[in-house]
């Protein structure tokens, strides 16, 4: 970014660029000698011309939209706010631009039909920028623009190929019943999506953007695919339909593989072999067309509109014509069988002649010679011939015969079963080629996914969006008024059809009775002809709309990125031609003239269009249950109820159509959504399922609010508190390995870290490590939340975290926290500090308390344990955490093959034979597999070495409170350790014990108090000895690779006579010597640290007997001290319970049974 104006010159003197380079220093601190050396070379403008002075900005892009306006433009006009009214919204003024600016960017915006802008754009390559023509604002009105469209779309094949054959088969009260119900589904939709697209600007993508924007990107990408698909079958079947009408009606002779004298399987193979064959030229000669430009099916939409009305008016004045003079269409009956009409001219056995009696063509079809002794076959012998009107007219009452429906299997005779007919029902049917045959098995549902497609085509207009004047007003206005149409034509045809039109001619789909011709032909006035071929031009351009449309949906799919595999077809030619689009299109279509049946497709296609009007509903209801602010919709007039019955009738119409194309098509719907929810790009688009979750998560927390949950429901809801470095990366990552294992991807957890200072100082910190939680939690495959919290110290800022995470009922109820590393440095006492009032405050909390020691050492999720012990320490009944924990842990892959085993401590009034067989039992009733173990620990007196180790715990207590006292008064103090210590222990080697106190006590100079360097120095003299000190004692190589908190752990467990530490347990003369030298001092030992060192110790032995091999330790964490002042003795305490375990996990119940034992 980068702000103009410009500065007129008042010294002549002065060059260009030593101006630009005084701005340069004024804003971003340059040397004006640079820029001016480097401008040296410049011609200096003359006097009297004005210097163009650049301010350059921080060349961040900003938000491009209508709605903000970021132009440099836009940006001029805001500086004559500077120093006015506005001056005090003058920093923001590029974010939150002027209400002025605001309106006059909003009433330029111009709402482009797709295609629009690419072609623009490749316009604007080869023009220059001075010669842009203006582009044309959309002009179609709601004639145009969208009734005349859904007319188009919605008549079509169905209606004059399979209309008749509907009414006879399932009746006129059946067929009605069908035509209501898909009508009514349809006009339930469109008055959803008429409240969807006045909701707002809806771009050019019709449909498709309405569900994907209304119901997110997974829905919409499934969905708007879904769309796409039955836009492709569509075009198939318009091409098959185009094709029958061709090769059966219009040229049979042009049938490459004949079909005259072939019968049942041969002639129908003949037949589905010449569609796939013509339907394949015809399609390629569609794509070649599409291909080419798009502007000659424009052009020649109108010719196919004008076929489709003429052909409706052509039916209508044909019924009224029945009502004056019936058209003459003989149907030739033998018995009740109906006859093909073909080969013969007169509908009779034999004809009276002024010769005598003579035969016709007719007797010679099923007799051997014309003579009248000729063997004929048996049916035609035994039955008479009888000639019926094809059309007897409205008037005939022919209505009634028609009222009911007659389903057939395949293969059966279409016959008129009021006349008589003598026939043997033993006796297989003979020249079956002669009769009228039903083709396929009917039945009710069959119908229904037949007829569905010819409701279709109510997305024309919304379709055309980009293009009409007014959508908000055309689209509902004219989809509506264009379903009302087209369901009184279709209602009225069923009426009409069944008043006018025999039924066995209706029953006849191929028109065979009638000399072959289209059976709505024959109603039609004044020639058959009028509507065979206005409906096969009709049936061709829909193919041509569905070729169209279909690629650039799936453009309009590939170019918003939701789909990574289509992204190819997003690209085509230059001005935004789908080019792969339409090829794609094209080979999908093609597998569907590979059927070649009409009636096989129509369901396919049915299919796949129900699903998106269940989805157009499913949108405008949950917006309209959900309140969504943004739900404004400028069509008032629907309701929810609607929308839910909409979306009811599109998921019965489905099953109803065929229950297993229902199936596969929700499989891929349900696959791609799946794909999208998993390798597609993250969209947001405001969408209603996001209101939706939003909504559910409500009502579920105001559940949760309601009470804790039950035992058997419980779950660790982990709070997990990490650390980072100063670069804002995370110290412990595996810690989030462990609670991966842990949770498994269940229930809530919250990753949470915590900085020091002011928010406003660290914003860009917390960005910074709230990025890192989430790239970090992303690699472990941790699923749940992160939470940055910045204070003036970190020990609140944990704290805040405590209490404030989480929402409602839906809290964490654990906590799960690295042990300190190093705690025993001078310079981390505040670390541990804040670790034990940590384990305060959750006890407070009521909330549990996880603690892994050496958590470096704990598995990531690569790793895998073949084989190995989780060991539970139950020392104390907490609540159950320690049984449930390694069952959790034992459901990842990492521990799954870890056998777990459970110790227990007996005391000595305790029956460890008794306790173990309570313990078998509660664990068989718990579901829980584990080894069991009672450990039997007897009363002892506390050893010599407990009472040192308590000893120098304290004296080392002692010394970590002097940090913060004066510089005289720790003089005093540490003279006053340092004398005691002396005192205390008989010195066999001083230099040795001077050296490790030194090492152990000597505190860094960048310790957090920043004391000077002759502090440290005065501190470090005052511990070592006056006279000459002996060399200190050389650390082994073991010692010298161990860290540092291991070699003060070493220190610390040596003996300080300067021998190593005998095993536990083993008296010598020696000791008991030391404990009677020793006595004096001990009795000043506070004896509660010395009872606590004891357990531990003993404990610690224990544990390392038995679990040092173990992959995992679990043992319960005690409480911290009620006294502040023994806050570094817990952290000791807890540092020898644990001493030479590797994987430690300790755990603090939260206070509630977590397990039970019931179901």
């Known amino acids: 970014m980068s702000l103009r104006f410009t500065v007129s010159k008042s010294d002549g003197d002065r060059r260009p660029s030593d101006i630009q380079g005084e701005v340069n220093q004024l804003f971003e601190g340059d040397e004006p000698s640079a820029c001016g050396a480097a401008a040296a070379g410049e011609d200096a403008p003359a006097d009297d011309e004005d210097v163009v002075v650049v301010l350059k900005g921080d060349s961040n892009p900003k938000e491009s939209s209508p709605f903000i306006n970021s132009s440099e433009a836009a940006a001029e006009k805001s500086q004559q706010y500077d120093g006015k009214n506005m001056a005090l919204f003058e920093e923001e003024m590029d974010t939150r631009p002027m209400v002025s600016s605001l309106l006059s960017t909003l009433a330029n915006y111009s709402n482009l039909p797709q295609g629009c802008k690419e072609h623009e754009e490749a316009e ?101 695919i879904c769309f796409y698909l039955g836009t492709t079958y569509a075009g198939a079947m318009y091409i098959l339909g185009a094709i029958e009408l061709l090769l059966i009606y219009i040229a049979p002779k042009a049938a490459i593989f004949p079909i005259e004298g072939l019968e049942g399987a041969e002639a129908e193979a003949a037949l589905l072999n010449n569609m796939r064959v013509y339907g394949t030229i015809l399609l390629t000669s569609m794509a070649t067309v599409v291909f080419v430009g798009v502007k000659y099916v424009n052009k020649l939409a109108l010719v196919f509109l004008a076929c489709v009305i003429l052909s409706i008016l052509a039916v209508y004045a044909g019924v ?160 509506i008024a264009a379903i009302t149409t087209t369901s009184t034509v279709y209602m009225s045809s069923v009426f009409l059809f069944g008043a006018c039109i025999e039924g066995v001619v209706l029953r006849d789909k191929f028109g065979e009775g009638v000399h072959g011709n289209l059976v709505i032909g024959t109603l039609a006035w004044p020639s058959p002809w009028v509507i065979v071929i206005g409906s096969f031009f009709s049936t061709c351009g829909a193919g041509l709309q569905s070729l169209t449309g279909a690629p650039r949906l799936l453009q309009a799919i590939a170019k918003d990125g939701i789909v990574p595999a289509l992204r190819i077809f997003g690209h085509g030619k230059a001005n ?41 509903n499913l949108a405008c209801a949950l917006q309209t249950l959900l309140r969504t602010p943004n739900w404004r919709p400028r069509f008032k007039f629907y309701h929810w109820t609607l929308s839910f019955l909409g979306m009811s009738l599109c998921l019965t119409l489905m099953f109803i159509c065929s229950w297993y194309y229902a199936i596969v098509a929700m499989g891929i719907a349900g696959s791609i959504y799946k794909y999208i929810e998993f390798a597609g790009a993250e969209k947001e688009w405001g969408d209603g399922i996001r209101g939706l979750s939003l909504s559910a ?314 004391k000077p360097e002759e502090e440290v120095q005065l501190i470090h003299d005052n511990t070592t000895p006056a006279s000459p000190a002996t060399p200190a004692t050389p650390l082994t190589p073991a010692e010298e690779t161990q860290s540092p908190g291991e070699q003060i752990q070493r220190t610390w467990t040596e003996k300080c006579d300067g021998k190593a530490a005998k095993p536990l347990g083993v008296t010598t003369e020696e000791d008991i010597k030391d404990i009677f030298n020793m006595k004096p001092e001990w009795e000043n030992l506070n004896q509660s640290n010395v009872r606590r060192m004891h357990t531990a110790l003993r404990l610690n032995e224990v544990i390392h007997k038995k679990s040092s091999e173990a992959k995992l330790v679990l043992l319960n964490m005690p409480g911290p001290p009620k006294n502040r002042t023994s806050d570094e003795n817990y952290m000791e305490f807890l540092e020898v319970l644990t001493e030479g375990l590797n994987r430690v996990l300790l755990v603090r119940g939260g206070g509630r049974e977590v397990i039970t034992i019931y179901s």
């Open 124 to 224: 604007n390559n080869e023009a220059e920028p001075a010669r842009k023509k203006p582009v044309k604002a959309p002009q179609l009105g709601t004639l145009m623009g969208v009734y005349m469209p859904c007319i188009q779309n919605i008549f079509g094949v169905i209606l004059f190929l399979r209309m008749t054959w509907l009414v006879g088969i399932g009746g006129v009260i059946g067929t009605f019943i069908i035509v209501f119900m898909c009508c009514a589904t349809t006009m339930l939709t469109a008055i959803s999506m008429s409240a969807i697209a006045t909701n707002g600007v809806v771009p050019a993508g019709g449909s498709y953007y309405m569900i994907s924007r209304s119901l997110g990107p997974e829905f919409g990408g499934a969905v708007g």
């Open 320 to 479: 009224i014509k029945t009502g004056i003079e019936p058209p003459i269409f003989p149907v030739c009956i033998l018995g009740n069988r109906t006859l093909v009409w073909k080969n013969f001219d007169v509908c009779a056995k034999t004809l009276e002649t002024a010769n005598g009696t003579v035969t016709t063509q007719l007797w010679n079809i099923f007799c051997d010679s014309p003579f009248l002794n000729a063997t004929c076959d048996k049916y035609f012998a035994a039955n008479n011939v009888t000639q019926i009107q094809g059309i007897p007219g409205i008037t005939s009452g022919v209505l009634a015969d028609n009222l009911f429906g007659t389903y057939y299997e395949k293969g059966d005779l279409v016959d008129k079963s009021v006349l008589e007919s003598v026939q043997d029902h033993d006796e297989p049917v003979t020249n079956a080629n002669r009769y009228v045959l039903a083709d396929i098995t009917s039945f009710f549902t069959l119908l229904v996914g037949i007829y569905f497609p010819s409701v279709t085509g109510i997305m024309a207009g919304s379709n055309r969006s980009g293009d009409l004047r007014d959508a908000q007003k055309s689209i509902p206005i004219g989809t």
């Open 576 to 616: 935004g031609e789908p080019t792969w689009s339409l090829l794609l299109t094209a080979c999908i279509c093609e597998s569907g003239i590979l059927i070649a049946s009409l009636d096989a497709v129509a369901p396919i296609l049915s299919m796949f269009f129900l699903m998106c009007y269940m989805f157009v």
């Open 697 to 1010: 998560a409500r009502y579920a927390l105001m559940r949760l609010e309601e009470g804790p949950p039950h035992t058997k429901n419980w779950r660790p809801q982990l709070l997990v508190l990490v650390s980072t470095d100063a670069e804002q990366n995370v110290e412990q990552p595996r810690l989030l390995s462990l609670t991966n294992q842990l949770k498994a991807g269940k229930g809530l957890t919250i990753v949470g870290t915590a900085l020091e200072g002011t928010y406003l100082a660290n914003h860009e910190q917390a960005q910074r490590a709230d990025q890192a939680l989430r790239k970090l939690m992303e690699t472990e495959k941790v699923k749940g939340f992160c939470q940055v919290t910045v204070s003036s110290n970190l020990r609140d800022a944990t704290s805040h975290l405590l209490q404030a995470s989480g929402l409602g009922g839906l809290k964490h109820n654990a906590v799960l926290v690295s042990w300190p590393r190093n705690w025993k440095h001078g310079d981390e006492h505040q670390t541990w500090r804040n670790f034990v009032e940590l384990v305060r405050e959750t006890t407070i909390a009521r909330l549990a308390l996880l603690v892994p020691k050496n958590i470096s050492a704990f598995p990531s999720n690569g790793e895998r344990f073949s084989e190995g012990h989780i060991d539970v320490w139950w020392i104390v009944h907490d609540g159950g955490m320690l049984m449930l924990l390694p069952f959790l842990l034992r459901q990842h892959k990492v521990w799954r093959k870890c056998k777990m085993r459970i110790f227990t401590v007996a005391q000595m009034d305790d029956n460890s034979i008794q306790m173990k067989k309570d313990l078998t039992t509660f664990l068989y009733h718990l579901r829980i597999d584990a080894m069991i173990e009672v450990v039997e620990m007897h009363d002892s007196d506390i050893s010599a070495y407990t009472y040192e180790k308590t000893l120098v715990m304290e004296q080392r207590s002692q010394m970590l409170k002097q940090i913060n006292l004066t510089k005289t008064e720790r003089e005093r103090e540490i003279q006053s350790i340092t004398d005691s210590s002396r005192g205390s222990i008989r010195r066999k080697n001083p230099a040795a014990v001077t050296t490790q106190l030194s090492v152990t006590e000597e505190p860094p100079a960048t310790s957090k108090e920043e």
